[in-house]
């Protein structure tokens, strides 16, 4: 695939509306080149932008009066029994209750989603090997810019050094059809990692979760969207994680 087909493709892709076979075309391709790469990032952003800041515009008074009058008439029809009101009632509760367990089901979870995506990167990659790494280097100033060059966007610095985890470097993936940032932290006996992406792309909720045999944090705030994955359960993430998230998503958990 050259550089005029994935352009006239990347609004499909972004739309997750590619078939299969060149979908995967696209992502070889996005994966070796930079320009393309860039573009369907801004692509992205741009949507992005436009959702968060489109304009809305609240109802006239007229309508919400003419709203409160219809909905105020008394009825025009003869009073229903208490015992067959009370049927109805139990009944609109037994549907709302349906509905709300199909949604359940058929809305995809979107922070267990990419939580599943980090997950199965992280089992392929061999974190452990630093050959699987594009930036190989302690250094987080490094570390950064190199990031910034490479797909325009540059994470925060995250030191885990106080809790036993030196930084290892790190590299680009695919996680929900985007670029996002894979850090490699390893300490003595445990290897993390924490993928990064801008916070108005894709937000997800505070969750713990443990996935196939891994534990996995999802959370975000002002700088970033983060999820983290690790061979081990270690209590010390838990905190490092409770105290990067934002206020407000201290009160909620998603799971």
């Keep these: ?11 499909l892709f972004l739309d997750q509306e590619l ?4 979908q995967w075309q696209l992502e070889r391709h996005l994966n070796t080149c930079s320009a393309c790469r860039s573009l369907a990032w801004e692509a992205e952003e741009f949507r992005a932008f436009f959702k968060n ?8 008074l007229s309508l919400r009066a003419k709203i409160l009058a219809l909905t105020n008439r008394p009825p025009a029809y003869s009073p ?14 037994a549907l709302l209750l349906i509905t709300a367990a199909f949604l359940t089901i058929l809305l995809p979870d979107k922070g267990l989603q990419l939580s599943k995506q980090a ?20 250094d987080s100033a490094m570390v950064q810019a190199w990031f910034a060059k490479r797909i325009g ?9 106080s809790l036993g985890y030196v930084l290892q470097g790190g590299r680009v993936v695919r996680i929900g059809n985007r670029p996002v940032v894979a850090l490699v932290y390893r300490g003595e006996a445990n290897q ?5 992406w801008p916070p108005a792309l894709d937000p997800v909720g505070y969750a713990e979760r443990q996935i196939e045999r891994y534990q996995v944090y999802t959370w975000g705030n002002s700088a970033c969207n983060y999820i983290l994955v690790s061979e ?4 010390k993430l838990n905190t490092f994680v409770d105290s990067s998230r934002e206020p407000s998503q201290r009160e909620t958990s998603f799971y």
């Design 153 to 161: 966007f540059s994470p925060p610095r995250i030191d885990l050094r």
């Design 1 to 11: 695939m050259n550089c005029n087909e994935a352009n006239r493709l990347v609004d």
């Design 80 to 93: 229903i029994r208490w015992g067959r009101l009370a049927w109805i009632g139990t009944a609109a509760v």
């Design 232 to 235: 081990k359960d270690d209590p």
């Design 192 to 196: 993390v990692a924490i993928y990064c």
């Design 53 to 60: 800041n489109a304009p809305r515009y609240p109802a006239p």
């Design 119 to 138: 997950v199965a990167d992280y089992a392929s990659k061999g974190l452990a090997n630093r050959g699987e790494l594009e930036v190989a280097s302690a």
């Design 19 to 22: 078939e299969p076979d060149l």
